[in-house]
């Protein structure tokens, strides 16, 4: 709503947020001292890629849209979520793509970004997962991204 009633601010609130959840995508890959500081790390990461999806989707809403180039930086983010594993990282990066999939059809269906969307869901859907009850907890985070990535796939088609 914020950005709604003030355009101008949709894109120092975007490039802000970028730099926010790289920042906290960045701090995944130190080590954590416990489990509580890894927990809000990865609800760092959920929150600021909300927020980065909520300011995209107000970007067709707005008199001027929002600069291409950051609009591009949301999707190379999503990508490096997606390419980093992990449950919540990829959790982030498909609810960042789904806001991207909302975008004019024209923006999406450049061949760049194509590429991009069709390496993310290869990632997330080419290999075929091992069941054993040893690994439980792989199997049902594995499923769980694959849900999410065929849930930003059937947003995009229900939208063309």
Same mark, same amino acid.
């Given at each position: ?10 894109a ?9 959840l790289?920042?906290e ?9 416990d489990?509580?500081?890894?927990e809000a790390?990865?609800e760092?990461?959920?929150? &600021?890629? &909300?927020a980065v999806?909520a ?12 600069p ?29 793509l789904?806001?991207?999939?909302c975008?004019?059809h024209?923006?999406m269906?450049?061949k760049?970004?194509?590429?991009k969307?069709?390496s ?8 075929r997962v ?10 049902e985070?594995?499923?769980r991204?694959r ?14």
């Amino acid at each position: 709503a914020l950005v709604l009633a003030f355009p101008a601010h949709l894109a120092p609130l975007l490039n802000v947020s970028l730099n926010r959840l790289r920042a906290e995508h960045a701090k995944l890959s130190a080590p954590t001292p416990d489990k509580k500081a890894a927990e809000a790390i990865h609800e760092a990461v959920s929150a &600021h890629a &909300h927020a980065v999806s909520a300011l995209v989707a107000a970007v067709p809403r707005t008199p001027f849209g929002g600069p291409a180039s950051l609009i591009n930086a949301t999707l190379n983010a999503a990508a490096d979520l997606v390419a980093s594993g992990g449950e919540s990282s990829a959790a982030a990066a498909w609810v960042m793509l789904r806001s991207l999939l909302c975008l004019d059809h024209e923006w999406m269906g450049a061949k760049p970004r194509l590429g991009k969307l069709y390496s993310m869901l290869k990632a997330s859907l080419a290999e075929r997962v091992e069941v054993s009850k040893e690994r439980k907890e792989v199997v049902e985070s594995e499923l769980r991204s694959r849900a999410q990535a065929l849930r930003a796939l059937t947003a995009y088609l229900e939208l063309t």
